[in-house]
């Protein structure tokens, strides 16, 4: 219903007469999708584009569903990212992460579930990924994710020290028209134990490390970028190991309203559960 | 005796640059950016008759854009057209050149914004997609155009 009505609004705000408060006057795809986590971004790295298609004169804005089929769990996220002015973008998302019938085996019962709430602010500090061709550097924006988890209990009981904590990154995107390619690099300052799920430090590693996101994407058209991504993340827990994660990715925007991205995504082990890879399917409805 | 060497450096400088421009295309500041090397895009542009029906195409599309169209009220169209020809043949790297004025003194009474430069290159995608030039060469004839961003958008 809320993509419903943001599709009609967006429809009524590309047919009124400029300047509009929502112009949709980005072009396609330069927004980036939604990461698992709200930002705008690739699936797994929030990148320096200010979400939505809102240039520096208006407001984009958009909601997401994102859905991953791992081996031993699912992990559903949804929420929703306003971009004003193609220079703040201010997102909330929640994670449900549902160990389904691997909550038995680890002793939470079947179906527990994780819910995670994220509130993501984003700043554009310099640079601008499209427009700046004839220069080398990319765009640059800093930005602050506050995540809350809901099973304080159970985070505690496996090691970790809080339950909410707050992840700060820079991000650098870059647009090489000329080989059809954009980059994106993130450092990342965390202490979340798989993206904030299973809480922030632990008894093994309990203070901020420096966690790097990547991601490299081809342009086919103008509707369909592909790419890998890569994200660190930190090792905290002592019960069980934490690893990298990998993607591949197809990201289709069928046009400034509505995208969809497919992606196969490997984030190792969780909770003692090996090779937690599989299918990610994410949708998203704006302007 | 310094003197004598300066001008003898002046004058090699001088030499040297006449011969440079016998070879290399003419740099023609006005166009807004240096022309792509080689020939390769101009040619999937379809030389100077695809860049012709591109035009054809693109100048009623952007005055029947309803983001744009009232921009072009007191344009002389065919004129338009003429320089946009000269220009997009100049920066794909073919045999032209550009005589028109430059994007900022041509856009500076206009009070652009961002969405009618970005309105505007879609509709460049467009007529280029009819054209079937292919991704990546519209894509690096975009490369040249997207920095003119700074000049031709004031508001």
Known sequence: MLVAGLTALAGSASAADAPALFDSGRLLLTGGV???EG????????????????????????VHGTYVNLPDYELRAYGVAVGFYDRVEVSYTRQQFDTGSTGAKLGLGSGFTFDQDIVGVKVKLFGDAVYDQDRWYPQVSVGAQYKKNDKGAIVHAVGGKDDSGVDYYVAATKLFLNQSVLLNGTVRLTKANQFGLLGFGGDKHNDYSAQFEGSAAYLLNKHLAIGVEARTK???????KEQDSYDVFAAYALNKNLSVTAAYVDLGSIATFKDQHG?????QAGF | MHRLTTLALGATLILAATGA??????????AGATPIAGD???????????IQRIMDDFVPRITSDPRIKDRFATTNLDRLKLMLVQQVCYLTGGPCQYTGRDMKEVHSSLGLQNLDFNALAE?????????????????????????????????
């Open chain 1, 39 to 62: 930002s705008g971004g690739g699936g797994l790295a929030s990148w320096a584009t200010i979400t939505g298609y809102g240039t520096r004169d208006s407001v984009g804005a958009n």
């Open chain 1, 279 to 283: 299918f990610y399917i994410s949708l």
């Open chain 2, 21 to 30: 421009a016998a070879q290399a295309p003419m740099v023609m500041p006005a």
């Open chain 1, 34 to 36: 939604s990461t698992v």
């Open chain 1, 234 to 240: 930190p090792d905290n827990l002592g019960f069980a």
């Open chain 2, 40 to 50: 390769a895009v101009y040619k999937a542009f379809h030389e100077q008759a695809g």
């Open chain 2, 123 to 155: 509709d460049l995608q467009f007529s280029m997609d009819k054209e079937k030039v292919s991704f990546p060469a519209q894509n690096q004839l975009l490369a040249k155009l997207a920095p003119m961003q700074r000049a031709i958008v004031t508001k």
